[in-house]
């Protein structure tokens, strides 16, 4: 993004201090306005997703520098132009990270090198899910270095949590209040901890309540924009299972909710417009080295959407963009590059597969 300050805004909501979230705010519409001169009238946001180290692979082979230490800037060069671009970059950061100098781990539970964080602030990423079924590969305290280590690097996060009465995130955006939440339906058979059920916000699909209760609260905290971000459902499958479409459009039938994104299926999944607003349901992964064969894992997304303010003081998307991206796997490296040809028109087949293009999505090379 334009690197303007992203700031917290800390609103203590009812119910702070119990053991469990505050979730009793009722969905908000704010009233109609006409804008100041002197408001924005625009802003745009990126998105992009999943985000793994994989251990032992070309990636970690890559990025160990001869002193031993880490360092994955190179795999977002390519790209990092059109994250900083943006006015929001938003990322999904699925697993942990482990302490610096380890221990490291990957599938199934992981523990990521924590120099990962730096390389997405590095890209220009202001912002990220942490909602995964990989939440909490490493206990409650992998989950809480997790938070510390984006907050060192000046990256907001929501999904997961260090306390019961945490306040919404909301994040200035060059004078926009933008609200995130976010969910996974899985912790991958991991019980939330029982001194810590509000560690990670979780749901049963397609029951949305709980983010429609956050989404709420992040209103009633200023929010002008709310962008949901939803961990679900199949992997592997370009198509999005009932349930996830059924989530999907509730959430976006709430005047709380803006715009959804989707995480978890590792490959592409279509961009849809519903009553006006818009939903991308699968990001593909941002950075993962899957060892599955015969699916598009590496085939990927970067989301843009400019939103612009209305008569009636409103934020409403006014440009969706898709940016077809490829992760490149080498014998000793991994880069996030603009797609071939051969891959943008596959890309670009499952984003339309729902009528997106017709309905204004444009299919951008980076």
């Known amino acids: 993004m334009r690197r303007t300050a992203l700031v917290l805004l800390a609103v203590l909501l009812a119910g702070c201090g119990t053991d469990e979230p505050a979730r009793e705010a009722q969905p908000s519409t704010p009233p109609p ?19 793994l180290v994989h251990q032992g692979r070309a990636l970690t082979t890559g990025a160990r520098r001869p002193d031993g230490s880490w360092d994955f800037s190179a795999v977002f060069a390519a790209v990092a132009p059109v994250i900083e671009q943006a006015d929001l970059a938003i990322c999904h950061l699925e697993t942990p990270v482990a302490p610096v100098g380890g221990p490291y781990s990957g599938y199934p539970s992981f523990a990521a090198q924590p120099e990962i964080v730096d390389a997405l602030a590095g890209a220009g990423y202001d912002l990220c899910s942490t909602a995964s079924n990989h939440s909490l590969d490493d206990g409650l305290g992998g989950l809480v270095r997790t938070l510390d280590t984006l907050d060192a690097a000046g990256i907001a996060h929501t999904g997961t949590h260090r306390a019961a009465d945490e306040p919404p995130t909301v994040v200035d955006v060059d004078g926009v209040r933008v609200g995130h939440v976010a969910t996974t339906f899985s912790l991958n058979g991991v019980p939330l901890p029982a001194d810590a ?128 991206v490829r992760i490149e796997v080498g014998a000793d490296a991994v880069r996030l590059v603009p797609a071939d040809p051969e891959s943008a028109a596959r890309i670009g087949a499952v984003l339309d597969s729902r009528g997106a293009v017709a309905d204004g999505l444009a299919i951008v090379p980076g």
């Open 33 to 51: 306005s006409s804008a100041a001169p002197s408001e924005p009238d625009s802003f745009t946001l990126v998105a992009t997703g999943d985000v």
């Open 197 to 324: 059920p509000w560690a990670v916000d979780t749901f049963t699909v397609p029951d949305v309540s709980g983010l429609l209760a956050d989404a709420a609260a992040a209103r009633a905290a200023g929010a002008e924009v709310v962008v949901a971000s939803v961990h679900c459902c199949a992997e592997y499958d370009h198509e999005p299972t009932a349930a996830q479409e059924q989530a999907v459009r509730t959430l976006l039938a709430s005047p709380d909710v803006d715009l959804v994104l989707g995480h978890h299926a590792h490959v592409v999944q279509p961009f849809e417009q519903v009553d006006g607003e818009w939903a991308a349901y699968g990001l593909g992964n941002h950075l993962a080295e899957h060892s599955t064969r015969g699916y598009d894992t590496e085939d990927s997304v970067i989301a843009r959407f400019t939103f612009t303010r209305g008569e009636d003081g409103r934020f409403t998307v006014s440009q969706a963009e898709a940016v077809p």
